[in-house]
């Protein structure tokens, strides 16, 4: 068997982690090959920098043991590597055929060979089973549709080395099994394929080798035959669950929210949960799942369009993000760079925003407020930055996250909505940001924390609900709060056993 | 609870060595402090090269032919600042002008028709506050629209010819034509203004919340600020502005031509872009959009005086205005 990529050493620093530390692999031809790990662990770093959209600090890359250094993603396509992208990147404007074959449309005297090109990608989609046409645009696909376009789009490129980053999160179980039938294809013709996943189902199906990094270190290597479920676990995770997590707290059964059939659109259906004072609540779905869309109806973000929300045993009106938060419930978002930071501006403005009307006099703002203030929080979160006017986005992701958690926690709330709270941020700030939701939650605030991450699910909620399909089809508790439990109800396979039974 | 905390920091933070930043670099991180020295060392070059450039009457004459640049440039910081422009400015200071002189000549006094022209102002950026915050039309699109309907207004209003206002208060043609201590009133109008709103743009909270919402409207959005509202008033501004600046060209030339203000638009956002501004948002001071203002006139002084045609002017502020674009892209590479 003979390798056809292979990389040597890589290292790659960002501030304030170390995403990859000398990691070596090698890419055998005819061979699916399994990345593993943790989010964070470094898979995602390690692609980026395979398809030249990072850079390593050290280490190298050969192709058939020639160095190669790409700076590129069109570099990358000339060097044969093809890769299918967790985040589509499809052009929402175009047909299905000119996104299938982009980079490499098919031409006659420099004009568009539509013939060729409509046959090319038939060729390509006729190994799924789809029921939409070559010239539907690629907006008007579904989102498991636009994930198969990827998948030919990336097949469409004559690569020695395909790379599928979580290509199923959105495909049904019937196009899982095409695509590996595709997978075997290609393994048979002498390619080397790369395959991300989370799914131990699928990566035991489908691969002949795995690997497992942690905290960007290579822990494991070795035939998928020699593995079982247990060792990769306890490989990714590296450390016992008591170890890294704070303790579980003790919630009274004073109902702090109380929310009852709260609807909006096909993400969010009939919604009902109570949160305790001092409670925190773990709300875990799949994506897609609606966990988001929940709690953005829930705080006025999104429009909803029924349902009943209780504060402090009293009905309250939630209509815009202003109501939620006068209430004293703050939403944080999942996208901290698009949608929470203000990255331009100091951590000083970025706390400021919250406290509008506390900090000025007269409608000027009193610089010496502001300070005080943000001090505080940069105090308080252990942030680490030379002042209060260093510019937010040059702090290391996980100081970004402290100060977009601190600009809250400094405006006395009386519930935080976390949604992916620790995404993106090394292990160190994350323990940090679990023991401070967990105090929060101990000084009787109550905290909802929505994460796709299950050990964090499961090693700080009191009690979690799980989203399927925009219904909650359980609520857990105590022991069964564990992953196996909450896997089964997120992706619906327990459904109509469990729905309705957590909810009263 | 802090012990806690930095018992679980165990995590292997590395901490990024500090940049090492020439003194060169630091210094044109003070946009406003680069163009004052670009400025000064123009300035000197023209009074070597012409004697009558230092000289009091001739400051003077270049700060005149930038006080309406200048007011408009303030309100399109603003837009700029927001992530958002505004290309109707023009178009207003026309329609003011044309207004206030029409109800002029039909008798009207002069303050009041000065007043009613300022409301209409108003209301026409009221209109495209409204479009752009709540119905949210794209900025580019809405004010070039609005550029169109406005323009037309003024048009129909003195049926394309210029009107000669004659008659009006000497206390309004003092805004135009008097002086104050020896300089022009319109120059400490303009002084005013930008002082007026360098200040609340540094200290309002309403001006900080155009700064959040120019960095990151999503994040504005969720923080509670009420974003179309305060676009709303972002355009209102505008228009006040370039309203006020019709009115006083109105006064200054006791004259109103429906093409006054024809390419303020670009002129103002072109001072405010070198000033610092940036087309994205969430940067940009009103002193930067002053002296970007007197760099273009200042350039503009020196074609004069140096006998070159006036006709080379758009071209050579052109040039000045993607020098300066280049010239910041560059030191935004050197930062990253």
């Given at each position: 068997m003979s390798t056809l990529l292979r990389i040597r050493g890589i290292t790659k620093a960002f501030p304030g982690t170390l995403a990859l530390n000398d990691v070596s692999l090698e890419f055998n031809a005819g061979e699916v090959h399994a990345l593993m790990g943790e989010n964070g662990a470094g898979k995602s770093t390690l692609l980026n920098i395979l398809t030249g959209s990072l850079r390593s600090d050290q280490g190298e890359i050969l192709i058939n043991d020639r160095l190669v250094s790409f700076r590129s993603s069109l570099e990358v396509r000339k060097g044969g590597i093809s890769i299918v992208h967790q985040e589509l990147g499809l052009f929402?404007?175009?047909s299905v055929a000119e996104n299938i074959l982009v980079g490499q449309t098919p031409s006659r005297f420099g004009l568009l060979d539509r013939k060729r090109m409509l046959h090319i990608a038939q060729e390509l989609l006729s190994q799924f089973q789809v029921e939409f046409g070559l010239n539907t645009l690629v907006r008007d696909l579904s989102v498991s549709q636009q994930q198969i376009v990827e998948i030919a789009k990336a097949l469409a490129l004559d690569a020695h080395t395909y790379i599928f980053d979580e290509p199923t999160s959105t495909l049904s179980g019937d196009d899982v099994e095409r695509l590996f039938q595709v997978i075997r294809g290609l393994r048979k013709k002498q390619k080397a394929i790369i395959y991300v996943s989370h799914k131990f189902s699928e990566i035991f199906q489908i691969s002949d080798r795995i690997s497992i990094l942690r905290d960007g270190q290579l822990v494991g290597t070795g035939l998928a035959s020699e593995m079982d479920t247990e060792g990769i676990i306890k490989a990714m995770v590296?450390?016992?669950l008591d170890r890294i997590y704070p303790e579980k707290g003790k919630p009274g059964d004073e109902v702090l929210l109380e929310v009852s059939h709260l609807s909006a659109g096909t993400k969010c259906m009939d919604i009902s949960f109570k949160l305790f004072r001092g409670e925190i609540l773990g709300i875990f779905g799949l994506v897609g799942s609606g966990r988001t869309e929940i709690v953005r109806a829930l705080t006025g973000v999104d429009r909803k369009q029924s349902g009943q929300i209780r504060l402090d045993d009293k009905e309250v009106n939630i209509r815009t993000v202003r109501d939620s938060i006068d209430l004293g419930m703050y939403y944080l978002t999942e996208d901290r760079k698009k949608q929470g930071l203000f990255l331009k501006l100091a951590i000083g403005d970025n706390v400021a925003v919250t406290h509008l009307g506390n900090i000025a006099s007269l409608g000027m703002i009193r610089k010496q407020k502001v300070e005080e203030v943000s001090t505080g929080v940069l105090r308080d979160l252990r942030?680490?930055?030379?002042?209060?006017?260093?510019?937010?986005?040059?702090?290391s992701g996980g100081n970004q996250q402290k100060v977009m958690v601190g600009k809250w926690l400094?405006?006395?709330?009386k519930i935080v909505i976390l949604d992916e709270p620790t995404r993106g941020i090394d292990v160190g700030a994350k323990a940090e940001i679990h023991q401070l939701l967990r105090r929060l939650a101990n000084e009787g605030i109550g905290v909802i924390m929505i994460s796709s991450e299950l050990p964090e699910i499961v090693g700080l909620s009191d009690r979690v609900m799980v989203v399927h399909k925009g219904h909650f089809t359980g609520e857990l508790t105590g022991p069964d709060v564990n992953d196996e439990t909450i896997m089964t109800l997120a992706s619906g396979l327990d459904a109509h056993a469990e729905r309705g039974v957590g909810i009263e | 609870m802090n012990e806690q905390i930095s018992k679980a920091s165990v995590g292997q933070a590395v901490e990024p060595a500090p940049r090492k930043k020439s003194a060169f670099a630091r210094l044109t991180q003070v946009r406003e402090l680069t163009i004052a020295l670009v400025i000064i060392l123009l300035m000197v070059i023209l009074s070597l090269v012409s004697p009558t450039f230092l000289t009091a009457d001739n400051l003077i004459t270049t700060f005149l032919g930038i006080v309406m640049m200048g007011i408009i440039s303030v309100g399109m910081t603003i837009a700029l600042v927001s992530g958002g422009f505004d290309l109707s400015v023009g178009s207003v200071m026309s329609m003011s002008g044309v207004l206030a002189g029409m109800l002029a000549l039909n008798g009207m006094n002069i303050w009041l028709a000065a007043l009613i022209a300022m409301i209409a102002s108003l209301l026409s950026g009221a209109l495209t506050g409204w479009f752009i915050?709540?119905?949210?039309?794209n900025p580019f699109i809405m004010t070039l629209g609005m550029q169109g309907v406005i323009q037309g207004v003024a048009y129909v209003i003195t049926q394309g010819a210029p009107l000669s206002v004659t008659g009006m208060a000497p206390s309004f043609l003092f805004l135009g034509q008097g002086t104050l201590f020896g300089i022009p009133t319109l120059i400490w109008i303009m002084l005013v203004i930008v002082l007026i709103g360098d200040y609340l743009m540094r200290h309002a909270v309403a001006a900080r919340k155009v700064y959040y919402i120019g960095s990151n409207e999503n994040a504005a959005f969720l923080s509670g600020i009420a974003v179309s509202q305060v676009k709303t008033w972002i355009y209102i501004m505008t228009a006040l502005l370039a309203g006020l600046a019709g009115v006083l060209t109105l006064s200054r030339f006791s004259v109103a031509a429906p093409?006054?203000?024809?390419?303020m638009e670009l002129q103002a956002i072109a001072a405010c872009i070198i000033g610092g501004a940036s087309l994205t948002g969430g940067e940009g001071t009103v002193l930067g959009a002053l002296l970007g203002s007197i760099l273009v006139g200042t350039v503009n002084d020196a074609l004069v005086l140096l006998n070159v045609s006036v006709y080379w002017q758009s071209l050579v502020t052109g040039l000045v205005l993607i020098g300066a674009v280049t010239f910041d892209v560059l030191t935004h590479w050197q930062k990253a």
């Open positions: 929402p404007e175009l590296g450390r016992t942030v680490k930055a030379s002042s209060v006017s260093q510019q937010v986005g040059s702090l400094s405006k006395a709330p | 915050g709540k119905v949210k039309i093409t006054a203000g024809v390419g």
